[in-house]
């Protein structure tokens, strides 16, 4: 297995024309004494809608890192993979996150999770960690809950980590694995047998993206209990770190927060914790770079406002079909939308505020924003027409893009 970084951050570029200006950002960020690298990352699903390949993203990120001159190393991440899609990314991609979500709690025959089972009665009873002050108190029955519900997913993460090794050679990628999209958190007990049983099939996984507490959407900030947040967050930390002392998991094996872009209410604290405990961490964000375009054409003049105006429009009136394949990382009341007709006689100024996300700004509007984020269908379907637009004013798209990296993202975690 390749080794990551301690530092690193998965850029999303939908359309694959911010490439440089993403970089730009790590590469300031290295400068300013932070050892960053990018990963771009994009998922299947995305390129569906986007209708494009994943060697494109490849190209892209070899692209920007040739004109930037940026010698660090470097990922694509085929985000959010499976056993159905994983082959169209073997030659474009390093960096793999496995997605297992959908095999948690899957049927299982008794005979093939009861031996790890009983390799992992000994933790039954009070389970304690160096570093947590409590002690989880984990029945047989509830051992036995959690093997069955998590065992289908790792032997499922095994195989497809067993396909990408025999095409690619285990030592010529990263593995990630996730589960983080699911209803319910994963707690840091059940991460600890989560992880127990990714080593028992001998997966060297660098990464691993569980649910935490709390709802991550899309392009907006976190909701939920921060305080709850900060202490199973601090106690995954600690799992992993005595896993990795005791239990030869891999030394830089580390915490990813997936739809980790504008969650900045938990930022300082994912932040301070990583210093206090000296830990990597994986940030993926939610390829709001395409939000960051928008901002960019709002500004961009007339014809650039037109456009963004129109896309709106679309968007408001095929928002069930735009929202149905993110309902799970959405929450947008229709009530609360402004109507297409009012945000006709917005300027542009008014335009870029309501969508860029600055936390007490009064134009800020979270509904807008979402609603925006998954309407990255109606910009895909306007094709050279919204391509030719981004090239036409680059320059000020590309300033809105590094910004949002480097100034409200890496700096609120590492600034
Ligand atoms: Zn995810």
């Given at each position: 297995m390749k080794t990551l970084e301690k530092y690193s951050f998965g850029i999303g570029d939908r359309?694959?024309?911010?490439g440089e200006a993403q970089l730009r950002a790590i590469i300031r960020a290295n400068k300013n004494g932070i050892p960053l690298v990018p990963v771009w990352n994009k998922s299947n699903r995305e390129h569906q809608i986007v209708k494009t390949v994943p060697s494109d993203t490849w190209k892209e990120a070899l692209s920007a890192t040739k004109k930037l001159g940026y010698n660090g190393n470097w990922y694509v991440d085929a985000d959010h993979i499976n056993m159905q899609n994983v082959e169209r990314y073997m030659d474009h991609s390093?960096?793999?996150?496995?997605?297992?979500a959908d095999a948690i709690g899957a049927e299982c025959d008794e005979d093939e999770w009861r031996e790890i089972f009983e390799s992992l009665l000994?933790?039954?009873?009070n389970l304690s960690i160096p570093g947590i002050e409590e002690t989880f108190e984990v029945s047989k029955d509830a051992l036995e809950g959690t093997v069955k519900k998590f065992y289908p997913a790792i032997k499922e993460a095994a195989l497809i980590y067993r396909s990408i090794s025999d095409v690619r050679g285990a030592d010529n990628y990263v593995a990630e694995i996730s589960?983080?999209?699911?209803e319910d958190p994963q707690t840091p007990p059940e991460l600890f047998f989560i992880l127990l049983m990714i080593r028992k099939f001998e997966i060297p996984v660098q990464t691993i993206a569980p649910k935490f507490t709390g709802r991550f959407n899309k392009g907006v900030d976190y909701v939920g209990d921060v305080e709850q947040f900060r202490k199973e967050f601090e106690q995954d930390l600690m799992v992993i770190d005595h896993l990795v002392k005791s239990f030869d998991l891999p030394a830089n094996l580390k915490l990813s927060v997936h739809s980790g872009s504008d969650k900045f209410s938990i930022y300082p604290v994912i932040g301070e914790l990583i210093r206090k405990h000296d830990k990597g961490i994986h940030i993926k964000t939610a390829g709001t770079t395409w939000l960051e375009e928008v901002i960019g054409l709002s500004l961009a003049g007339t014809e650039g406002l037109e456009m963004v105006k129109s896309f709106y429009r679309k968007a408001y009136e095929r928002m069930e079909e735009l929202c149905t394949p993110y309902a799970t990382v959405i929450d947008i009341d229709p009530d609360k939308l402004p109507t297409p007709a009012e945000v006709e006689g917005w300027s542009s100024e008014l335009f870029s505020n309501t969508l860029r996300h600055i936390p007490g700004h009064p134009d800020y509007d979270p509904m807008f924003r979402q609603l925006i984020h998954v309407g990255y269908k109606v910009a895909a379907e306007a094709g050279d027409a919204y391509l030719d637009m981004l090239e036409k004013h680059s320059e000020i798209v590309g300033e809105q893009v590094e910004e949002n990296i480097y100034d409200r993202h890496i700096m609120r975690l590492f600034g």
């Open positions: 359309f694959t024309r911010q390093n960096f793999f996150t496995i997605d297992v000994p933790f039954a009873g589960m983080d999209e699911v």
